[in-house]
C-alpha cells in the first residue's frame, strides 16, 4: 500500500501513485522493516530535480521494479526540502563512501536506520559503467539474505566512522581584519577574470560570497572585491543563468560561461541574488542591477507567490515540449523559426539580441536567451515590443510544474529581499508581499512556543520541525522587515525565535551549533555543517540574526553567542572563503559594528522623516539596523531617550557603545554611514 496520498510535500504527493509501497520517513516504517526483517530503501529528492523524474519514471512506476522491492524492501520517500536533517546524514555517509554526491539519493538502511549501501542515480538498464537499478536491488537482497552479519557489521563500522568525525574545530573568538584580508584573497585565486564567478563548470552563483565582496568593499574601500562582485553580477544578468524574458535565475550554469542552465528555479536562489543586486545597485547606481532586483522580485511575486501569501519552493526544470514529452528547458529556449512565428520581421533583430542561432546553444538547434551583445545601439522601444511579445508567447507554452511547498528558511530570504528591494525602489507592493510572507510564517508557522515548523502547504503545517536555518532565516527577514516598516512587532518575533538558538541549537561548553534542535528527532548523528551550500549554512545565518538583534536591543547575551558562532568562520574563512561567504559578510558586520541607526519624527507621514529613513536603508555599512518611529514610541529601543531637533525629525548614529550628534540633513547622514 503506497502511504504518501495524505502528505503535505508536492514530492512525496508525485510518488502517491506508484505501484511501490511507499512509507514516508516515520517511525512506522522502521518498525516494519524490523518486523519482517527487511532492509529500508531509502530514496530521496526533491521536487524539481530533473533525473529525481528520470528515475521515478524509469523504475518507480514500473510494476515489475515495484514488485520486487514491495516484496524484498520497505520503502521510504523522502523530500530532502522538507527532511534537511534527514538528508544531510545520509548524504555525508554517501560522501564518504563514494567521494561524491547527489539526488536522487538512494541509500540502503538497516532496519535500526543504520546504512550499508550507497548510490545516486540508478538506470533501468546497465549503462555508461552504472549497473541498473535492479541489478542493485538483487545484489542487495542477496547480500542481506546470505551475508547478513557482514552487513550489518560494515551499518555498525559506517555510524562508528560517521560519529568520530568531527566537523570543524572552531576558533575561540570572531575572524578579524586579518583572516578577512586572507579570505579575500583566497577568493581572487579562484576566481573567474574572464567569465566572472568562481571556479569552473558547472558555474553556480554564489550569492553570500557577493554579499561578503560588497561588505567588505563598503567597510574598506576595497576596489578589487567590488570589481569581482561587478563582473560577476553583470555575466550572470547577461547569461542564460538569467531568464531574459521573465526575470529570476536558473539554479545554476553547466557551463563555465554562464550560458546553458539547469534550468528549474529555487526560491531561495533568486531571493538571495534578488538581495545582491539590489545591494550592487545600492554600493554602485548601476542601471543593470536596478532592473535584475525588480524583474527577479516581480519573478517572485508573479510565478511563486502562494494564494495564503507565501511562496513556492520551486519551478522545475521540465515541461511539456508541445508533444506530451516533459522536455528539460523546454519553456525556456527558442528557435530563428520560432521567432519568426512570433514576431515576423523583428525576429532577425531579436535573434541578434538574444544570440538565437541557426545551430543553437543548447540542444535540437534549440538556444537559450541571452544578452551577448556588448557593442552596438538598439531601440529600447524596439527591444521592449520584442520582449514583452516572446514573453506573451511564452506564456502560452505548457509551463512548468511549481513545488507549491512553503518552505520557513526560504521564505525568510523572501521576506529579507522584497521588504529592503521594495524600499529601495519605491515599491510598496513589494513590501506588501513581504509582509504577506511574514504574515503567513507568524500563523501558521511559529507555534504558541515560539518553535517553527518546517514547511506547510495549502496554509496547512507540515510534520516536521524547523532546523536552525529556519531560525536563522526567518528572524533575518523579521529584522529587515522591521527596519524597513518601522513595526517593532516584527523584532519581537525575531526575538522570540533567536532565543530558542543558544536554548535548543547550542553547545554550550562550545558555542558551535547544531543543524538540528536538542529535541529534535534522534538520527544516527546529529547534523552539523557551518558551511554555506545554495543558501547560508543555519549556522551563520543563525550567526547574522543574533548580531543584528543585538544591535537593535543592545542584549550582550546575543552578541556574545554571535561572536561565538563566528569562531568558525576565523577557521574556515581563510581556507574555503568560497564555502563560508554568509559567515564572512557577518564577520565585516562585526568588524563594523555593526551600525545602529534610529530615526525619530513626527509620524509616518512626515515627508523629512521619510527621507532619513530611506537614506538610513541606503546606508552600505555592512549589517546596520534601522529603527524608525516616533520619540515616544516604544517599538524599538534604538529609540530610546532620542528626540527631535528644533522640533526637525533627526537620525542618530552609533556603533560599538559610542553615538554621532544627531543630523537632520539626509546628505549629513548619508556621509555618516559612508
Not at 522491492?69 to 554517501?94: C, G, I, Q, T, W
Not at 528555479?265 to 531571493?271: E, P, T
Request: aromatic share 8%; charged share 25%.
Amino acid at each position: 500500500m503506497n502511504r504518501l496520498a495524505h502528505e503535505t510535500s508536492p514530492y512525496l504527493l508525485q510518488h502517491a501513485d506508484n505501484p511501490v509501497d511507499w512509507w514516508p520517513w516515520s517511525a512506522e516504517a522502521f518498525a516494519e522493516a524490523r518486523r519482517t526483517n527487511r532492509p529500508v530503501l531509502l530514496s530521496v529528492g526533491y521536487s524539481s530535480c530533473h533525473w529525481c523524474h528520470v528515475m521515478a519514471h524509469e523504475s518507480f512506476e514500473d510494476q515489475a521494479t515495484a514488485d520486487y522491492l514491495n516484496e524484498h524492501f520497505v520503502s521510504v520517500k523522502v523530500d530532502r526540502e522538507e527532511r534537511p536533517d534527514v538528508d544531510a546524514v545520509y548524504m555525508e555517509a554517501v560522501q564518504a563512501a563514494t567521494g561524491h554526491g547527489g539526488w536522487p539519493m538512494t541509500v540502503f538502511l538497516t532496519p535500526d536506520a543504520e546504512p550499508f549501501y550507497f548510490g545516486t542515480y540508478y538506470p533501468p538498464a546497465p549503462r555508461h559503467g552504472m549497473p541498473s537499478f535492479r541489478q542493485v536491488l538483487e545484489g542487495v537482497q542477496q547480500a542481506w539474505t546470505t551475508r547478513h552479519d557482514e552487513v550489518s557489521e560494515v551499518a555498525g563500522k559506517i555510524v562508528r566512522d560517521l560519529a568520530q568525525r568531527e566537523i570543524v574545530r572552531q576558533a575561540a573568538e570572531a575572524p578579524g581584519e586579518q583572516e578577512l584580508a586572507q579570505a579575500l584573497l583566497g577568493l581572487t585565486r579562484e576566481y573567474d577574470p574572464q567569465r566572472g564567478g568562481f571556479g569552473g563548470a558547472p558555474k553556480f552563483p554564489a550569492s553570500m560570497v557577493l554579499e561578503f565582496l560588497l561588505r567588505h568593499h563598503a567597510r574598506t574601500g576595497a576596489e578589487g572585491a567590488l570589481q569581482m562582485a561587478v563582473d560577476t553580477c553583470e555575466r550572470m544578468a547577461r547569461g542564460g543563468i538569467y531568464d531574459q524574458l521573465g526575470g529570476g535565475f536558473a539554479r545554476y550554469s553547466v557551463d563555465r560561461d554562464w550560458i546553458v542552465p539547469h534550468f528549474e528555479k529555487m526560491l531561495y536562489d533568486n531571493a538571495l541574488l534578488c538581495r545582491v543586486y539590489a545591494h550592487l545597485w545600492r554600493a554602485t547606481g548601476s542601471d543593470l542591477a536596478r532592473r535584475v532586483a525588480l524583474e527577479t522580485a516581480d519573478f517572485l511575486v508573479r510565478e511563486l507567490r502562494t494564494a495564503e501569501g507565501g511562496f513556492a519552493s520551486a519551478l522545475d526544470a521540465d515541461s511539456d515540449d508541445g508533444t506530451g514529452r516533459h522536455v528539460e528547458g523546454a519553456y525556456y529556449v527558442w528557435t530563428p523559426a520560432q521567432l519568426r512565428d512570433v514576431l515576423g520581421d523583428d525576429a532577425e533583430l531579436a535573434a541578434r539580441y538574444f544570440g538565437v542561432t541557426e545551430e543553437g546553444t543548447f540542444e535540437h538547434g534549440q538556444s537559450v536567451l541571452q544578452l551577448p551583445q556588448t557593442e552596438g545601439v538598439f531601440d529600447a522601444e524596439k527591444i521592449a515590443s520584442v520582449r514583452r511579445r516572446l514573453f506573451d508567447a511564452r506564456a502560452r507554452r505548457p509551463a512548468p510544474g511549481r513545488d507549491d511547498k512553503v518552505v520557513a528558511a526560504w521564505n525568510g530570504l523572501a521576506v529579507a529581499a522584497l521588504a529592503e528591494t521594495g524600499a529601495y525602489f519605491g515599491r510598496p507592493d513589494l513590501v506588501e508581499a513581504a509582509l504577506g510572507a511574514a504574515d503567513l510564517l507568524v500563523r501558521v508557522h511559529l507555534d504558541e512556543h515560539a518553535r517553527l515548523a518546517r514547511t506547510s502547504k495549502d496554509g496547512r503545517v507540515g510534520p516536521n520541525a524547523g532546523v536552525l536555518e529556519d531560525y536563522g532565516d526567518v528572524a533575518e527577514g523579521f529584522l529587515a522587515l522591521a527596519s524597513v516598516t518601522g513595526e517593532g512587532v516584527w523584532l519581537d518575533f525575531a526575538g522570540l525565535l533567536l532565543d530558542q538558538v543558544p536554548a535548543r541549537f547550542t553547545d554550550p561548553e562550545t558555542g558551535a551549533l547544531f543543524d538540528t534542535a536538542s529535541d529534535a528527532e534522534r538520527l544516527i548523528r546529529r547534523p552539523q555543517d557551518p558551511t554555506d551550500n545554495a543558501a547560508p549554512s543555519g549556522w551563520t545565518a543563525a550567526a547574522g540574526a543574533l548580531l543584528g538583534y543585538a544591535a537593535h536591543t543592545g542584549s550582550v547575551a546575543h552578541r556574545v553567542a554571535a561572536e561565538r558562532a563566528l569562531g568558525v568562520v576565523k577557521t574556515l574563512g581563510p581556507r574555503v572563503p568560497r564555502f563560508i561567504g554568509w559567515g564572512l559578510a557577518v564577520a565585516e558586520a562585526l568588524l563594523d559594528g555593526p551600525r545602529e541607526v534610529a530615526v525619530v519624527g513626527p509620524g509616518p507621514d512626515d515627508e523629512r522623516t521619510a527621507a532619513l529613513h530611506r537614506t538610513a536603508l541606503l546606508g552600505a555599512a555592512p549589517g546596520a539596523v534601522v529603527a524608525c518611529g516616533t520619540p515616544d514610541g516604544d517599538e524599538f529601543p534604538l529609540l530610546a531617550g532620542r528626540t527631535l531637533i528644533d522640533g526637525a525629525p533627526a537620525a542618530y548614529v552609533c556603533r560599538g557603545f559610542v553615538c554621532d550628534l544627531p543630523v537632520t540633513d539626509p546628505e549629513a547622514l548619508r556621509a555618516r554611514l559612508a
